[in-house]
């Protein structure tokens, strides 16, 4: 076999009743000059000897001798590769036959994008297809300031399975942030982004993309699970955040945030306070951990902003913005109606009467955090 050209590279874990379905997808692909590498992750079902029974030269399998988490994994599949281009699929989703293909096209041919995204099928357990669910918004070629733009205010709208990336990006920027669990994919394409590349997507459903109970976005119906996951995420979204912070060139800046022409002045030297602003204003938006994170980064940023005297000295005389603003920001990192919505996670359970002491615990809190009610918001 020549030396393949792409590397289609399977994070997996647990996944016993899909593998072998994953697998088999790559295999049938009408493009044949590609490597498969499989890094399992310790699993503890019957994964190992499903993927040992295809005998396919092109597969590449390792086993972790210990759990090394979903952090890890996929940089350990971007260390084994030696191809040109890498396609990251998880070990329950497919491909359709001729994704590879169209894949290579599009990235050599069509429109020079340095990463490709996809638009997907969703199916459910038993491969049967469902409503398709497409995280991808409107197909339209987007510049990349639109793209960091969009996924600022609009959240995350990319997939983590079925991108299609040139390796070299990875040599330049470096791989996966693995102390991210939950946004690590998120983080790595802003900083793509931010670091100059271009990203496309592609308007056909190359990929399957799986629902089941083992999804973890359907495995939170435990309160205590539910709340330590969302705690973490609140924490990673701040440091998502801090790659907007990344970007040198100052009109691509504006372009990128093309609010900040309606503020009174517009200086490089105050892009920090035009940041904080904007995301404090996505924090109000809503109730959520994701609106909390955007308040959190927003805070960071005017508490660096107040302790560099002249800096503030000048803001507060262009824009109006004083310690007093900041505490008020301060105030409203969580407010009642954040707490009104964590309460509501799980109604039925936290607040039945057969709860469990741990269900109790929860309530309790929620109890003990409403006796200190936020300050009166202003209009």
């Given at each position: 076999?020549?030396?393949?050209?792409?590397?289609?590279?399977?994070?997996?874990?647990?996944?016993?009743?899909y593998?072998?379905k994953?697998?088999?997808s790559?295999?049938?692909?009408?493009y044949?000059?590609f490597?498969?590498?499989?890094?399992d992750d310790?699993?503890?079902?019957?994964?190992?000897?499903?993927?040992?029974?295809?005998?396919?030269?092109?597969?590449?399998?390792?086993?972790?001798?210990?759990?090394i988490g979903?952090?890890?994994?996929?940089?350990k599949l971007?260390e084994?590769?030696s191809?040109?281009?890498?396609?990251?699929?998880?070990s329950?989703?497919?491909?359709?036959?001729d994704?590879?293909?169209?894949?290579?096209?599009?990235?050599e041919?069509?429109?020079?994008a340095?990463?490709l995204?996809?638009?997907c099928?969703?199916?459910d357990?038993?491969?049967?297809?469902i409503?398709?669910y497409n995280?991808?918004?409107?197909?339209?070629?987007?510049?990349?300031?639109?793209?960091?733009?969009?996924?600022?205010y609009?959240?995350?709208?990319?997939m983590?399975?079925?991108?299609?990336v040139?390796k070299?990006i990875?040599?330049?920027i470096?791989?996966?942030?693995?102390?991210?669990i939950?946004?690590?994919d998120?983080?790595m394409w802003?900083?793509?982004?931010?670091?100059g590349y271009?990203i496309n997507i592609?308007?056909?459903?190359?990929?399957?993309?799986?629902?089941?109970?083992?999804?973890l976005?359907n495995?939170?119906?435990?309160?205590?699970?539910n709340?330590?996951?969302?705690?973490?995420?609140?924490?990673?979204?701040?440091?998502?955040?801090?790659?907007y912070?990344?970007?040198?060139?100052f009109?691509?800046?504006i372009?990128?945030?093309?609010n900040?022409l309606?503020?009174p002045?517009i200086?490089e030297?105050?892009?920090?306070y035009y940041?904080?602003?904007?995301?404090?204003?996505?924090?109000?938006?809503?109730?959520?951990?994701?609106?909390?994170?955007?308040?959190?980064f927003?805070?960071?940023?005017?508490y660096k902003i107040?302790?560099?005297?002249?800096?503030?000295?000048?803001?507060?005389?262009?824009?109006?913005?004083?310690?007093k603003?900041?505490?008020?920001?301060?105030?409203?990192i969580i407010?009642v109606?954040?707490?009104?919505?964590?309460?509501?996670?799980?109604?039925k359970?936290?607040?039945s009467k057969?709860?469990?002491?741990k269900?109790?615990?929860?309530r309790?809190?929620?109890?003990?955090?409403k006796?200190?009610?936020?300050?009166?918001r202003?209009n």
């Amino acid at each position: 076999m020549k030396n393949p050209k792409i590397s289609v590279c399977i994070p997996s874990y647990n996944h016993e009743k899909y593998i072998g379905k994953t697998i088999e997808s790559i295999l049938n692909q009408t493009y044949e000059n590609f490597e498969i590498i499989i890094s399992d992750d310790n699993s503890k079902d019957n994964s190992e000897n499903i993927i040992k029974s295809y005998k396919d030269q092109r597969i590449n399998f390792y086993k972790n001798n210990n759990n090394i988490g979903p952090g890890l994994n996929p940089n350990k599949l971007i260390e084994l590769s030696s191809c040109d281009y890498i396609l990251m699929i998880s070990s329950d989703d497919m491909l359709r036959e001729d994704a590879l293909e169209i894949f290579l096209k599009e990235i050599e041919i069509v429109n020079g994008a340095d990463v490709l995204f996809c638009y997907c099928q969703t199916i459910d357990e038993n491969d049967n297809e469902i409503d398709s669910y497409n995280m991808m918004v409107a197909n339209q070629k987007r510049d990349r300031n639109k793209l960091l733009n969009e996924l600022f205010y609009e959240q995350n709208f990319l997939m983590g399975t079925g991108v299609f990336v040139k390796k070299s990006i990875f040599s330049a920027i470096d791989k996966f942030n693995s102390t991210l669990i939950q946004s690590q994919d998120l983080e790595m394409w802003i900083r793509i982004l931010t670091s100059g590349y271009k990203i496309n997507i592609v308007s056909e459903k190359l990929i399957k993309y799986r629902i089941h109970n083992k999804n973890l976005s359907n495995n939170l119906n435990e309160p205590l699970k539910n709340i330590t996951i969302n705690s973490r995420y609140i924490f990673e979204i701040q440091k998502v955040l801090e790659n907007y912070k990344n970007i040198k060139d100052f009109n691509f800046f504006i372009e990128t945030f093309p609010n900040i022409l309606k503020y009174p002045v517009i200086d490089e030297k105050y892009k920090d306070y035009y940041l904080m602003k904007e995301a404090f204003n996505v924090g109000m938006k809503g109730h959520g951990c994701y609106n909390i994170a955007y308040k959190l980064f927003a805070c960071d940023l005017a508490y660096k902003i107040i302790h560099n005297k002249e800096l503030c000295k000048e803001i507060d005389q262009i824009f109006g913005f004083d310690f007093k603003d900041f505490s008020q920001m301060l105030s409203q990192i969580i407010n009642v109606d954040n707490i009104d919505y964590f309460s509501n996670i799980n109604p039925k359970k936290i607040g039945s009467k057969n709860n469990s002491k741990k269900q109790n615990k929860i309530r309790d809190l929620f109890k003990f955090l409403k006796i200190f009610p936020a300050n009166e918001r202003k209009n």
